[in-house]
């Protein structure tokens, strides 16, 4: 166990230079360093914003009910059934249909094999319920049909969410879902938080209608403010194209007029649909719409069939940029609302890496010292082992690019403690070992090997603490076990390699001494 081959001692100092490079590139700045690589500062030690953010699901509820009315209707027509007075009041649908047919609409609304009203045979239900009274009937979704809905928004919100965050440019972001219907927002050293607060306000639905005087649209009307918050216009409800179409958007200066826009790229499908618009509609105001309200009207030259176009508005490169950027991360499912805001300062970040190393380094300390007093040379080799665990510790954070907390910090101090409790384990049983053999190697050789087992069960057990807490958890507590489940393994090659490298060159040099622990 205290033998040692070349290769052995050659990998174990490569392992220790190449981590030792890694941890000091934090602190130093290394025009070689190749990784590039080094430690980013959580929210709580640098500063940031925490946004706690609630996705309003009615709209998605009620456009839910608005398309499948519609689906209803053609059913309906398609099987000639009569059936009339379509609405929906307080998220319901609401018809009534002919005697006649009144038993034909029950049966296959019943029926698990029907196309209007999937059935899920895992929870037993219908994603719409539905209750018939005489010739009237109400439809709505039931409450595994609004779960799978708001679950659906969510999910859709997250990615959303997470593409506009990592558009800003925004270092190790946390989004995280929070119940069914919100998203927590963790955005460490953020230098501007009321821009990240606009864009992610922004559902950023684009749509493009015709801009339409006739009362008889065949589509209806509606009126719509312009973004100044001054002019009206009229559009028709028809939708030409939506912001599914787009593929890319950037902002630049229009050589021309000498203002900035924000040029769009769409696809196949789109670019078909625009062609065909703009041909037929030459000469008509096509009104550029984002959240409701008109952002331009431009009237339509020609036609515009290349799969491309630009927005111009009263726009700077800042809004620009911000509209590009909305644009390609695509619109959220649902209106969001900041329920909770909070702002950590980077002074408070400072203290509170000063407390947090204050307690490394004064913990540190009392155990450097009990070592020393407790086992005296061997308590210098283990306390330069346990140095050299820490900067492995923060050479793997730096080779992953991992994210530095408080409660990562913790992690860190307990990983101190466990390093020399391992240590702690091996030199008592080697002191057992040498009551009971005379040759000091082979005692030391012994303690190794019979004190493995109980550090090894010791180590494995917290670190399947650590995997469940990583996977389990969130924020804080994610990097709380990332820390302590590195300094497991970097515990063990410090303890089982470096401790125990240094101790077998000891023990070689000094075997004839009476007593060397």
């Given amino acids: 166990m205290l033998y040692f081959s070349k290769i052995k001692i050659i990998t174990v100092i490569i392992i220790s230079l190449f981590f030792s490079?890694?941890?000091l590139s934090n602190?130093?700045?290394?025009?070689d360093n190749f990784l590039k690589n080094k430690i980013n500062l959580g929210l709580d030690l640098q500063g940031g914003s925490y946004l706690l953010l609630e996705i309003d699901n009615q709209p998605i509820i009620s456009q839910t009910l608005q398309n499948k009315l519609i689906e209803l209707k053609k059913f309906f027509k398609d099987k000639s059934l009569n059936v009339r007075n379509f609405s929906i009041e307080d998220n319901k649908i609401l018809f009534q249909s002919d005697f006649s047919s009144n038993e034909l609409i029950v049966n296959f609304l019943q029926d698990k094999e029907n196309d209007i009203n999937p059935y899920y045979e895992k929870f037993k239900t219908h994603q719409y319920i539905f209750e018939n009274v005489d010739n009237s009937f109400t439809f709505y979704l039931s409450d595994y049909g609004i779960v799978l809905l708001n679950t659906s928004s969510l999910d859709q919100a997250v990615e959303i969410v997470r593409r506009r965050v990592d558009e800003t440019g925004t270092n190790e972001p946390n989004i995280l879902k929070r119940g069914n219907n919100r998203i927590l927002v963790e955005l460490p050293g953020l230098d501007d938080p009321a821009r990240i607060k606009s864009l992610l306000g922004k559902t950023a639905n684009l749509t493009f209608q015709f801009v339409s005087s006739n009362e008889n649209d065949a589509f209806g009307t509606e009126v719509l403010n312009f973004?100044?918050?001054?002019?009206?216009?009229?559009?028709?409800?028809?939708?030409?194209?939506?912001?599914?179409?787009?593929i890319d958007a950037k902002p630049r200066m229009d050589t021309q007029s000498n203002e900035?826009?924000?040029?769009?790229?769409?696809?196949?499908v789109g670019a078909k649909k625009f062609g065909r618009a703009t041909t037929e509609n030459v000469g008509k105001q096509l009104a550029i719409i984002l959240d409701g309200k008109i952002i331009s009207a431009p009237s339509i030259r020609e036609p515009i069939v290349g799969g491309s176009g630009q927005i111009s508005g009263n726009f700077n490169f800042q809004s620009a940029t911000d509209l590009a950027l909305l644009l390609r991360s695509g619109a959220l499912p649902a209106p969001m609302n900041i329920i909770e805001e909070r702002t950590v300062g980077p002074d408070l970040g400072k203290d509170s890496i000063k407390a947090g190393f204050m307690s490394l380094i004064v913990g540190f300390s009392f155990v450097v010292l009990f070592m020393i007093y407790k086992y005296r040379i061997f308590g210098l080799i283990a306390n330069f082992a346990l140095i050299t665990n820490l900067i492995l510790l923060i050479g793997v954070l730096t080779l992953f690019g991992a994210t530095l907390t408080l409660p990562g910090i913790a992690g860190i101090i307990l990983t101190v403690g466990m390093a020399v409790d391992a240590n702690v384990l091996i030199f008592e049983r080697i002191k057992e070992e040498i009551k009971k053999e005379n040759n000091q190697i082979i005692a030391f050789d012994s303690g190794y090997v019979k004190s493995r087992t109980a550090i090894l069960d010791a180590n494995i057990t917290t670190l399947i603490a650590a995997v469940i807490l990583f996977f389990m958890g969130s924020g804080p507590v994610k990097g709380f076990s990332v820390t302590l489940g590195v300094g497991i393994i970097t515990t063990l090659f410090s303890v089982y390699f470096i401790a125990r490298l240094l101790s077998s060159i000891y023990v070689k040099k000094n075997k004839e001494k009476v007593s060397l622990i």
Avoid at 27 to 31: A, L, N
Avoid at 227 to 246: C, E, F, M, P
Avoid at 260 to 268: A, C, G, K, N, Q
């Fill in 27 to 31: 602190v130093f700045k290394f025009d």
């Fill in 21 to 23: 490079y890694l941890s």
């Fill in 227 to 246: 973004d100044n918050g001054v002019d009206q216009a009229t559009v028709s409800k028809r939708i030409i194209l939506n912001g599914d179409n787009l």
């Fill in 260 to 268: 900035t826009i924000v040029s769009f790229t769409l696809d196949r």
